[in-house]
């Protein structure tokens, strides 16, 4: 039994920590062993960067196949990428300093690595030397073709936050990875993930675009809610605390089942509590996570222009149900006419505030949504 909070936050989680997604673990499953492109998306924090250590976890002693997870969420330039790559990818491939200088002369062609390895045997991977661009970007990109002939492995790279090469050097990454990538053979399956659900979209929906059809789509959902229930009563009973079923859907319906903030909630309340949780725990728990964050808020909402704020407000308290368009809702929360009112929501949307979902618009951070539904509902 752990004594120490089980709930978990802002970090990767998997093994014992990663609920559920049974589903999706298995059809990711079996397209990397089909050799099948993956384009994962979905709003920020509901488990994509997870799922994906979960299911690199789970074919880990798969002997036929290497998996490679590669952040690009940094990247500023053409360059950033080879770097970003290909320190991601040799570290994967290399488990200790010497078979990485081996895999380095044998791979690569014209990019000169440069090795630094820590007292502790622990090794760091640089650039000494990059040729031009292009000629670069073809040798790491065909790192994982050359070792897979040599070797007969397949290989699975996975982008996270893929939509950032779609902002540098006007697109040019872009296509230019396309083409490296459309040549490959099915030994190599690129698994591509990104939080900005409209640019991954476009990405990958607009037939100008160069990885339009570039693999398969599967858009992240939330995790079952009897799934993620079952996943926080289950996790205070291990940690010689409990809370009754009905408490723990309370949790997950305030906070809409969002992954992320279920387990957030759930940790402050972990924190708080006696034993067993009580009602009054979940509401002191709101309290002072609100109370924490408010500073954030306040500055957040001291910049905002009169409409806006009441945007939020009508956003915030107004049923789930109703559009924010619908003439019950304009009027009951004095929203500005139609043309103001769509002003707004793009100047929200842009200060990313707020997202597009199934037609509507909702809050994005559900803590800010909550601390303006206390403050003016
Ligand atoms: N399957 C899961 N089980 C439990 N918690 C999860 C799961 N997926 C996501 N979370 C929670 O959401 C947080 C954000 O997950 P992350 O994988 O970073 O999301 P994303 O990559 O979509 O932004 C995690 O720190 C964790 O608290
Ligand atoms: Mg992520």
New binding site residues.
């Given amino acids: 039994m752990s004594t120490t909070n089980p709930f978990?936050?802002?970090?990767?989680?998997s093994g014992k920590?990663?609920?559920?997604?049974e589903d999706e673990i298995n059809e990711l499953k079996r397209d990397i062993q089909n050799g099948q492109n993956t384009i994962i998306y979905?709003p920020?924090?509901?488990?994509?960067?997870?799922?994906i250590f979960?299911v690199f976890r789970q074919l880990s002693d798969e002997k036929n196949l290497n998996t490679v997870y590669v952040n690009l969420y940094s990247i500023l330039s053409e360059t950033d990428f080879v770097e970003t790559y290909h320190r991601a990818l040799f570290k994967s491939l290399a488990k200790s300093p010497q078979t990485v200088f081996k895999l380095l002369s044998q791979y690569l062609k014209s990019i000169r690595p440069k090795v630094t390895v820590n007292p502790d045997g622990a090794f760091d991977l640089g650039i000494d030397f990059m040729p031009e661009i292009d000629e670069a970007l073809t040798d790491i990109m065909d790192v994982p073709l050359r070792y897979a002939e040599k070797t007969g492995k397949n290989i699975t790279i996975a982008f996270?936050e893929f939509q950032q090469i779609s902002c540098i050097q006007n697109r040019s990454l872009e296509k230019k990875i396309r083409n490296i990538i459309q040549e490959q053979s099915n030994k190599i399956s690129y698994i591509f993930?990104g939080?900005k659900h409209h640019i991954m979209e476009e990405m990958f929906s607009n037939p100008n675009r160069p990885f339009y059809r570039a693999g398969k789509h599967l858009p992240?959902k939330k995790?079952d809610r009897r799934n993620m229930t079952d996943?926080v009563v289950e996790k205070f009973n291990k940690s010689e605390k409990s809370i009754p079923k009905n408490l723990a859907e309370h949790i997950i319906d305030l906070v809409d089942n969002h992954?992320?903030y279920?387990?957030?909630y759930s940790h402050v309340i972990w924190d708080i509590s006696e034993k067993k949780v009580n009602k009054e725990n979940l509401e002191r728990a709101l309290n002072y996570t609100l109370s924490r964050e408010s500073a954030v808020f306040l500055e957040i909402w001291d910049r905002l222009r009169l409409n806006q704020k009441k945007t939020l407000v009508a956003l915030a308290l107004k049923d789930k149900n109703e559009g924010i368009f619908s003439q019950a809702i304009l009027k009951h929360f004095s929203l500005p006419p139609v043309s103001s009112l769509q002003k707004s929501l793009k100047a929200l949307y842009d200060q990313e505030l707020i997202e597009k979902a199934a037609g509507d618009y909702r809050i994005v951070d559900l803590f800010f949504k909550l601390w303006i539904k206390t403050t003016w509902g």
């Fill in positions: 978990l936050f802002g970090v990767i989680v920590d990663f609920c559920n997604r979905s920020r924090r509901y488990g994509k960067t997870s799922l979960e996270d993930l939080s992240l995790i996943f992954p992320y279920v387990q957030h």
